[in-house]
């Protein structure tokens, strides 16, 4: 069920999301924070068939999570590793009024995939392939850990129940197990849903 901006004091668009960030962030926006068109599609694909309980892996300062919350009734969960970065994501999610979102700072190995049913991931672990784009200091970063992660996750996402819905955006979608299926795609394929058999 999408919901009408007049419902809150600050509209969710792209500008007003950006002015909410550093410049720093804002500068590195279009290459790690989910663009809101592809929030609404995402959402809409994670949560047609009923309410869910929704996990953003890496979800930076929260974008996806405040979109998805304003646009759906589902509950959405961001994992962020940076503390400087969840913080803020919680801070913005105060600004935009939002009740069903929550950013907690944790890193992907200390969470049990089996609480959710609808996961999203915007590359999450590519980072650690790219030194230079780094966003701060905050965390470590290692082709090594890039590996890592990812095999967890395949890992992870397989043991999740039948009908789990997962949406990819870019990423070679290695964290993927063969136990899902892709339905369909959008944005010339790099927008992916995938539901577990």
């Known amino acids: ?14 500008e007003n999301f950006s002015n909410l960030l550093p410049e720093y962030l804002q500068k590195a ?10 929030a609404q599609i995402a959402t809409q694909w994670l949560t047609d068939d009923g309410k869910k309980n929704v996990l953003d892996i890496g979800a930076g300062v929260g974008k996806f999570c ?9 509950y959405f969960h961001g994992i962020e590793y940076r503390p400087s970065l ?24 200390d ?33 090594s850990l890039y590996g890592y992660y990812y095999n967890h996750t395949e890992k992870e996402l397989h043991k999740t129940k039948s009908g789990t819905r997962l949406v990819t955006f870019h990423g070679n979608n290695y964290e993927v197990p063969d136990s899902f299926e892709k339905i369909k795609d959008a944005e010339g394929g790099s927008l992916k849903l995938w539901v577990k058999k």
């Open 1 to 14: 069920m999408l919901k009408t901006k007049t419902e809150y004091k600050l509209a969710l668009t792209e």
């Open 29 to 38: 926006s279009k290459i790690y924070f989910t663009p809101l068109r592809i």
């Open 66 to 74: 405040v979109a998805g919350a304003r646009y759906s009734d589902s």
């Open 86 to 109: 969840a913080e803020l994501g919680n801070t913005i999610i105060k600004q935009f009024e939002i009740k069903n979102a929550f950013i907690q700072n944790t890193n992907i190995l």
């Open 111 to 143: 969470v049990d995939f089996t609480n959710f049913d609808a996961f999203y991931l915007y590359n999450p672990f590519f980072e650690n392939l790219m030194f230079r784009a780094q966003l701060n200091n905050e965390v470590d970063l290692s082709g």
